[in-house]
């Protein structure tokens, strides 16, 4: 059962172009909406993350767009590098304002390949 | 400062085989996780502890599968009698906090298991 599933699968952008990543959850409880980027060899790494109490979180290049009422947010990389190429995933975290501890739920991940 | 370390990073296994993989967590991390992590998928989580405590294994696969913390600080995740479904990349991630929103956690490289 996926319960937060991402798309696209991979992605190809030129530097300079914006990546855009989207993820949709149906587990109502889920109440924060982190991302993480991955390099080969490597764990995961936080990025950015957004409780959806606001719509819009943007750190440096990196915007998070939550819209509560579909179910759905996105991660929006500007002026895309290719340092940025890795694997990204978004996840979710059920009940964060409660007593949740923090388990992760993470989408499949995107593959991004920025081209100099 | 020292991350979260795993050992050993490659270990390959024959079918019936036991395994034990071993976490560091960053010092003075309360949380531990462990994730598994298949080939072109995103992690999906195994068990958590507070301290010494698990307080969730709900995502052990099966009986073979177990995990331990006995001094709150170094884990150690075991599977006995490996099977071939077991190959993915076994993730540790440590936490300061015990909430969700007040915790990051920190991933270390991971373990990737082969089981021939």
């Known amino acids: 059962q996926q319960q937060v599933k991402q798309s696209p699968q991979s992605l190809i952008v030129q530097k300079g172009g914006i990546s855009i990543i989207n993820c949709a959850y149906e587990n109502t409880a889920f109440d924060y909406f982190p991302w993480y980027q991955q390099f080969p060899g490597k764990g995961p790494a936080l990025l950015i993350a957004?409780?959806?109490?606001?719509s819009e979180k943007k750190e440096g290049r990196f915007t998070i767009s939550f819209n509560k009422s579909a179910k759905q947010f996105s991660l929006h990389i500007m002026d895309s590098q290719p340092g940025d190429s890795a694997t990204y995933f978004c996840?979710?975290?059920?009940?964060?304002?409660?007593?949740?501890?923090?388990?992760?739920?993470f989408g499949q991940g995107t593959i991004l390949t920025v081209h100099p | 400062g020292a991350g979260v370390s795993q050992s050993p990073r490659y270990k390959v296994a024959k079918r019936g085989q036991d395994v034990a993989l071993r976490c560091d967590p960053i010092s003075g991390h309360v949380s531990l996780f462990w994730y598994q992590q298949a080939l072109g998928q995103g992690p999906e989580f195994l068990t958590y502890?507070?301290?010494?405590?698990?307080?969730?294994k709900s995502g052990l696969p099966s009986d073979r599968f177990f995990a331990e913390r006995p001094e709150g600080s170094v884990s150690t995740l075991k599977i006995q009698r490996t099977q071939q479904e077991d190959s993915a990349v076994y993730l540790c991630a440590s936490s300061l906090a015990t909430n969700a929103f007040m915790g990051e956690q920190f991933f270390g490289p991971g373990t990737r298991l082969t089981v021939l």
């Open positions: 957004i409780r959806p109490d606001v």
């Open positions: 996840a979710a975290i059920p009940n964060a304002g409660g007593t949740s501890y923090g388990k992760l739920t």
């Open positions: 502890f507070q301290n010494e405590a698990q307080l969730d």
